[in-house]
């Protein structure tokens, strides 16, 4: 298989990494926030989070089109249920 080829299954893999890194920053920013964590890490983590996701889907949006583009996001719910279903038997 040629890498064009590979774009949508690396797309959809980068996507799960992505969604589980995103959503464990999302947890772990409210766990600082709620514990008394100061407010400019906080807005930092936040900034930082949305522009690497964007910066992701763009790429892969310009790499691989429509599908890439999809097959990542779809990637992220994949890895925020991941997350979820993790988070709430720690909780």
Request: proline share 3%; hydrophobic share 65%; with cysteine.
């Amino acid at each position: 298989m040629t890498l064009p080829a590979l774009i949508p299954a690396i797309a959809f893999f980068v996507g799960v990494l992505a969604g589980v890194a995103y959503f464990y920053n999302v947890w772990w920013t409210t766990q600082r926030f709620a514990g008394g964590g100061k407010a400019k890490l906080v807005v930092l983590t936040i900034l930082l989070r949305l522009a690497l996701l964007t910066a992701l889907e763009a790429g892969f949006a310009i790499k691989g089109g429509a599908p890439a583009l999809l097959l990542c996001a779809l990637g992220v719910v994949v890895g925020r249920a991941w997350v979820m279903r993790r988070l709430k038997r720690i909780a």
